[in-house]
């Protein structure tokens, strides 16, 4: 994606703010003004003071003088209060369509996304997009209107010095950045894939430091973390010369072209008092573009962030929700000849498995055989390569998207929890339940006692039990979502593997208690969550035997 696309990509979401850029534009252009007429009006009291005739008297000059100071203040701050408002109000709005277009992603291309660099994107690459919201938009259109402003003052002092004023301003605001932009722009992107890797490394390390210390692999991923930071501290020292080249040669073209136009004024034998006041207006005025100038090297860690935002807004699901589909009871499901690939890695071939209504069927086979994934694409996580899973003989993928939700439970082994109370974290299977249903959902998994032991009961926040959460007081939780939920179609992967077997028994019995009106498969290793199953299929790599 090229530059001009990123760009125009973002600029599209300021249309709504426009009202709050234009004030931003003004107040800018004003406030610039009124710094460079500072020193300007102080070269014309200078020359007034020399004996030469001026416009303003030195008492009405003064009093400007103190005037652009205050408005100078005043103009600045309400500028920046502006973009910034703009910068923040946008940042809101990308978030909202980031975490949209995950909720899109998931799970399917989430599951293989890399974790930290998912991370990076929605932390750092969208904060990044605030020096392009409130430091670029606004300065480009600010200096743009201020350079001719200045240009036509400088026409009344003779034609020439507009022009080579004009010249002067594209050098800074328009050449130098282009070029600084070019040659930093690669080195930025990299910078941020740098920046998304450790960050990526530095969450995996975090998350196996436990098993790091056990098996004294610790030095290893130090190196490895060090490697890492090393190569990001090559990238940002890249970035940080083509700044201090920008600022640089920035400084020295503003200098230079200040100069030419004195020596313009030499050569044309212009009057002592308008070879100041245009010089110094000149010199003032290069302001808003050397703001320009800047960016030409900050901006490419911007270009970097934005490619990568617009990347993820981009991608296509690879499982399009379905909202104006077909609704059914979920009483039949049938998995015909169906072949699944994660990218090349061949999963399911030829597939077939029916499931009839009310039936208890176990699972069992070796890892890598595909049991999680089917269940994964009878939740319709991922849609089949080949072939047809039907509900009622009802496409899977012509379902309501609602309705396939609502119609099935899915227990995994690993229960995620939320910085929210025991009773919320249970409550996200069923957002109206009353209190009654929770206890009752709880009571089914074994989980009530342990909540009630708890000093604030079911209002007991997760984050102050922190590590005292067992993994198998996890995984009842997530029954307890389960039972609560209540799905007609109920698809349990390995969910007593963290429990004892008295646990075990209990939420079994629970299980099999509820079988009358309920259709749940199975994927277990243990032959005692099996035992009470109508059949078990075994699966073998690649198929069902």
């Known amino acids: 994606m090229s530059t001009v696309q ?20 003004l107040m800018g252009v004003a406030g610039f003004l009124c710094a ?3 020193p300007v009006l102080s070269s014309m009291a200078l020359v007034s003071l020399l004996g030469y005739q001026t416009l303003l008297s030195v008492h009405i000059i003064i009093i400007l003088l103190f005037v652009c100071a205050l408005l100078r203040g005043i103009l600045r701050y309400a500028e920046q209060a502006c973009n910034h408002y703009i910068a923040f109000k946008l940042l809101a709005r990308i978030r909202d369509q980031v975490f949209g277009a995950l909720r899109k992603l998931c799970p399917a291309k989430l599951e293989v ?25 606004s300065p480009i259109c600010i200096a743009f209107i201020t350079s001719l402003v200045c240009v036509s003052i400088q026409v009344q002092f003779g034609w020439i010095y507009g022009l080579y004023s004009l010249f002067a301003y594209i050098v800074v605001g328009v050449v130098l950045p282009v070029l600084i932009s070019k040659q930093s722009r690669q080195i930025g992107v990299e910078y941020r894939k740098e920046a998304a890797n450790l960050n990526s490394y530095v969450l995996e390390s975090m998350r196996g430091l ?38 640089s040669l920035t400084n020295f073209c503003v200098v230079l072209l200040s100069l030419g136009l004195c020596l313009i004024h030499l050569y044309l034998n212009s009057s002592m008092d308008s070879m100041i006041v245009s010089s110094v207006l000149q010199i003032s005025s290069f302001g808003p573009v050397i703001a320009l100038a800047n960016l030409g090297s900050t ?24 909202n104006n589909g077909k609704e059914t009871d979920f009483k039949m499901v049938d998995v015909s000849s169906v072949d699944f690939a994660y990218e090349e890695e061949q999963i399911l071939k030829d597939m077939n498995l029916s499931i ?3 039936e208890v069927i176990g699972i069992q086979g070796k890892s890598g055989s595909g049991k999680s994934t089917l269940l994964k694409l009878l939740m319709r996580f991922w849609d089949v390569s080949k072939g047809n899973i039907l509900v009622d003989d009802l496409n899977i993928q012509s379902l309501n998207t609602s309705n396939l939700r609502k119609n099935e439970g899915y227990v995994t082994q690993e229960t995620i929890l939320f910085h929210d109370t025991i009773e ?4 996200v299977a069923k957002e109206n339940a009353s209190e009654e249903e929770i206890q009752s959902a709880c009571k089914k998994a074994n989980i009530h006692e342990y909540i009630q032991s708890l000093p604030n009961g079911y209002k007991t926040m ?23 939920h209540d799905a007609k179609l109920v698809l349990l992967d390995e969910p007593t593997s963290n429990l004892d077997s008295l646990n075990e028994g209990v939420i079994l019995k629970s299980i099999y208690e509820e079988r009358k009106d309920k259709t749940i498969i199975f994927v277990s290793h243990r032959e005692s969550t099996l035992s009470h199953c109508d059949r078990i299929i075994h699966m073998e790599s690649e198929r069902v035997s």
């Open 299 to 322: 901006l490419s860690q911007t270009i970097g962030a934005g490619q990568r935002v617009i990347s993820l807004l981009d991608e296509t699901p690879m499982v399009e929700e379905v």
């Open 210 to 247: 436990k098993e790091s210390m056990q098996y004294m692999d610790t030095n290893r991923r130090l190196e490895g973390l060090n490697k890492q930071t090393s190569s990001l501290a090559k990238r940002e020292k890249k970035l940080k010369y083509f700044q201090a080249k920008t600022i």
């Open 356 to 358: 009839q209504e009310n």
């Open 113 to 137: 996304k890399d974790k930290g660099s998912l991370i990076s994107l929605i932390t750092s690459d969208i904060e990044l997009l605030e020096v392009f919201y409130a430091h670029t938009i």
């Open 6 to 25: 990123i760009f125009s990509r973002l600029i599209k979401l300021v249309f709504p703010l426009t009202v709050y850029m234009i004030c931003a534009i």
């Open 424 to 427: 919320n974290n249970i409550r």
């Open 36 to 38: 460079i007429f500072i």
């Open 462 to 484: 997760v984050e102050e039990l922190g590590s005292s959460l067992s993994g198998g007081e996890r995984q009842r939780i997530g029954l307890a979502r389960m039972f609560l």
